[in-house]
């Protein structure tokens, strides 16, 4: 499972039928500010927007107009002369204000920049 937007850097445990506590998020998740380019696979659609999280799974971007749910899509983040590129997915989507996405088939080199992207934000 992928990111879901949330204000705090920790997530809130969920509670199962049977009492106990899981916690959801797989990832840690940093604020980012980023330029992000969003494109749908199926019409070519473009939204740019801004990331406002990012984590080695996904990024949270705004969006007035976000993608819906499940669409397939092609991410490129840029920031300080750096470019991240991967195929992606919208996970979840908060209508006016922007969708979560998650990171799809991320190639080693692309990694590299996710990776020294977070570095930087975790210091």
Not at 49 to 66: D, E, F, R, W
Request: one cysteine or more.
């Amino acid at each position: 499972m992928a990111d879901r937007p949330s204000n705090s850097s920790l997530d809130n445990s969920q509670q199962d039928q049977g009492g106990a506590s899981a916690n959801r998020r797989l990832a840690h998740r940093f604020p980012f500010v980023a330029l992000a380019e969003l494109v749908e696979i199926k019409s070519g659609e473009r939204i740019t927007a801004q990331t406002t999280q990012l984590s080695s799974g996904g990024c949270y971007t705004g969006a007035l107009n976000p993608f819906a749910e499940d669409t397939a899509v092609r991410v490129r983040l840029s920031k300080d002369g750096k470019v991240f590129e991967s195929a992606g997915r919208v996970l979840h989507v908060h209508v006016e204000f922007g969708m979560g996405i998650v990171f799809e088939n991320v190639a080693p080199e692309q990694q590299r920049v996710l990776d020294a992207w977070l570095a930087a934000s975790a210091s």
